[in-house]
């Protein structure tokens, strides 16, 4: 129906979640400082269902983090530079992809940049 709202309408002001990087240089090298990415979330009400992925930038799935995860308010999950063949990942920039559907239905993604770097 023209001009009524239906499943492709943007909607303004609906964000529910925020993601931050910490830190924003990940290096896996094993020396302690840096070694792993925490990808905080801080969600406005519980019960979100998150996937968590990290993709290189030609859009190749490097690891899936979380699959199916149910939320609370915050927290965070934990990427430690490797592939999901266990194996660490060229340095270079990376996106960090949390999906999520709040309890309403409602589907969001928030792309982040990371770089991964080695000393």
Known sequence: TPTYANSQQKREGVETGT???????????GDG???????????TEPG????????DLAGRLVRT??????????GY???????????SVPAGPYVVCVQ????EG??????KPVAVGYR
């Open 19 to 29: 993601i931050t990087l910490d830190p924003p240089v990940l290096t896996p090298d």
């Open 33 to 43: 400082q840096d070694d792993v990415l925490l990808i905080w979330y801080r969600f």
């Open 48 to 55: 979100n269902v998150a996937q968590v992925r990290i993709y």
């Open 65 to 74: 983090i979380a699959a199916n995860s149910l939320c609370g308010l915050n």
């Open 77 to 87: 999950f934990r990427w430690d530079g490797l592939t999901e063949q266990a194996r």
């Open 100 to 103: 999520y559907y709040s309890k």
């Open 106 to 111: 409602r589907f969001h993604t928030i792309k």
